[in-house]
């Protein structure tokens, strides 16, 4: 594993350490510290940081086992684990003491859970701030897991990766003058990017946006962006709170998990604001059902809401790729299997056939060579590690309240029915957004699988 910095591998500054730091023999906090102090720690530990930031990582993993057997360090890259390093047993206490030193975390406390926050520009050559978790596991030792705070700027709207046909209907969606937009899906399918992609569209020197987020990463002007603290009983609530006294045009709330904090976001959106906020939610029409499980009111909340958009991240082909022209029966298949959420609306019941025709043609003309659909599949470069995918693609489930849906909201239909009227309506599911990336070129169909349910 090359370095990119001071020209010492891993592997070598792993062979300086080798004087042997015993964490066995009970010992007390001095002796660890001055361990943990050691000049080939603190660069070892440097250099796991800068080399996860260099791979493109989101997440280091370090992971010690009992005993005498070796500490794995794991990166996640482009949401897969991918194995670093292993550190031998005897140094991996004062590892983990070094990284509670960085985040002011109490080196004493093995027992409980900690987290903190570790800004690594007062350490090493990168501006960059890490979350840190540390977690005591089996056999006394303890677990550490960093996730890479997506630094600095937000991603222009056009660079998202939406669908033509998608972001037309977010832009007309998010500029109406008040309402409800929530963005939904699991942790880490890139939620808070979104968020920030949108209000930097709507970011001007006549609107003031109000931002709570809890950790703030992402930064810009024209923002008023305010850090949730929970430890100093700010909370979600509080601050939506005092946002409503603050003369605001668009409020942005990192996460709706409680009643009070919904009910507010519908109180303010229907008292001329505009709002966005995340929840963890499957898909779009899932979200509905939740808020109002929440025990909200369908009334209020079918006025306020103007959408919903779901997300997930699949990894995105390698330039590597290879493209090819499908066979007939693969077409085939692949139409049935776009097809399968489309097929409880009107106009697939009356004619399946003529409807799965006029498909192939807008493909043929959307996405085609000369008149040809296109498939890819990963090849593998130097590039890429040799895995095909570098990077990856947002897949997008845009669902606009139109009146239909309004009114399903209303009769607190269920999740099926506000599904067949969204996908009637013309939403394309997170599975159809995500084969027509396929016909892009920007992913695969394996990897759209892994990712949606349906």
């Not at 009769?411 to 009227?421: P, Q």
């Amino acid at each position: 594993m090359g370095a990119q910095d001071s020209g010492q591998s891993v592997e070598e500054l792993l062979a300086d350490l080798s004087s042997p730091l015993d964490d066995e023999g009970g010992e007390e906090g001095g002796s660890l510290e001055s361990a943990a102090a050691d000049n080939e720690l603190v660069k070892f530990v440097n250099k796991v940081i800068i080399d996860a930031h260099h791979q493109r990582a989101s997440d280091i993993h370090i992971e010690p086992l009992p005993g005498k057997l070796k500490t794995g360090i794991r990166f996640r890259i482009d949401g897969s684990l991918v194995p670093y390093v292993e550190v031998p047993a005897h140094f991996r206490q004062a590892m983990v003491t070094r990284l509670k030193i960085m985040c002011d975390l109490d080196i004493s406390e093995k027992r409980k859970p900690q987290d903190g926050k570790i800004k690594f520009k007062k350490f090493g050559p990168l501006d960059i701030e890490l979350r840190v978790a540390t977690i005591p596991s089996a056999g006394a030792v303890e677990d550490v897991v960093m996730r890479i705070l997506a630094a600095g700027e937000p991603i222009p709207l056009e660079k998202l990766g939406l669908t033509d046909h998608n972001r037309a209907a977010l832009e007309k969606t998010v500029t109406k003058p008040y309402g409800l937009f929530y963005v939904c899906g699991p942790t880490g399918s890139g939620k808070t990017t979104t968020l920030h992609s949108i209000l930097k569209f709507l970011n001007n020197s006549e609107t003031k946006i109000w931002t709570a987020e809890d950790p703030v990463e992402i930064t810009q002007r024209g923002l008023r962006q305010v850090q949730v603290n929970k430890k100093a009983g700010i909370d979600f609530a509080m601050v939506m709170r005092a946002f409503l006294r603050a003369d605001p045009d668009i409020i942005m709330v990192g996460e709706s998990r409680d009643k009070e904090t919904v009910s507010m976001g519908i109180e303010a959106s229907l008292t001329g604001h505009l709002v966005f906020s995340t929840l963890h939610t499957n898909s779009a029409p899932e979200s509905i059902t939740r808020l109002l499980d929440m025990g909200m009111d369908p009334f209020n909340f079918a006025d306020a809401l103007l959408g919903i958009l779901a997300q997930r991240l699949a990894k995105r082909l390698c330039d590597c790729k290879q493209h090819y022209t499908p066979s007939h029966e693969e077409l085939r298949s692949f139409i049935t299997e776009y097809a399968l959420d489309l097929k409880n609306t009107e106009a697939w019941k009356q004619d399946p056939g003529g409807e799965a025709q006029k498909l192939f043609e807008t493909w043929s003309e959307r996405y085609g060579h000369d008149g040809q659909i296109r498939f890819y599949r990963a090849a593998g470069c130097d590039k890429c590690n040799k895995t095909g995918y570098k990077g990856r693609v947002g897949l997008h489930e845009l669902l606009v309240a139109d009146d239909e849906i309004k009114r399903l909201v209303q009769e607190r239909a269920r999740v099926n029915d506000v599904f067949v009227a969204a996908v009637a309506g013309g939403m394309r599911t997170l599975k159809m957004d995500g084969m027509e990336k396929v016909m892009m070129g920007l992913t695969d169909l394996k990897q759209v699988r892994s990712v949606c349910i349906r």
